[in-house]
């Protein structure tokens, strides 16, 4: 299972960091990904990290805003959101996908584990 948390309101240019605790599973050997959707559209790729940590990918719409990362002896990853736009409001999930260290895979059918998903909502 995967918990997400962390969402809120922000003012364009503000920061959040989402957490995504996980349970039930050996966490160290998925890969964490993020996905978002915004109202009246569909789930989407944001980011994701393999399991070791030590490799990222990103959007390009978010690339230099979003930081994905993990830490595998607390079961949790987390995303740090910097100069949000209100283009960014949406709601987040993250989800688990094994194995997790091959190359990333941004379709949703690939990842086992959901987390419920967080909102998070920048005004202008």
């Known amino acids: 299972q995967l918990q997400a948390s962390g969402g809120g309101l922000v003012q364009a240019g503000g920061s959040l960091r989402l957490s995504c605790a996980a349970s039930?599973?050996?966490?160290?050997?998925?890969?964490v990904a993020w996905f978002r959707q915004a109202p009246g559209k569909e789930r989407v790729f944001v980011t994701a990290i393999r399991s070791n940590g030590f490799r990222m990918y990103y959007v390009d719409s978010v690339k230099g805003r979003f930081t994905v990362s993990r830490d595998n002896a607390k079961n949790t990853a987390y995303l740090q959101m910097d100069n949000l736009k209100p283009e960014d409001t949406a709601i987040y999930y993250c989800?688990?996908?094994?194995?997790?260290?091959?190359?990333?895979?941004?379709?949703?059918?690939?990842?086992?584990?959901w987390g419920q998903g967080t909102q998070v909502t920048v005004s202008s």
């Open positions: 989800a688990a996908r094994y194995p997790g260290n091959v190359p990333t895979s941004t379709r949703l059918s690939d990842y086992t584990y």
């Open positions: 039930g599973f050996s966490f160290d050997t998925y890969a």
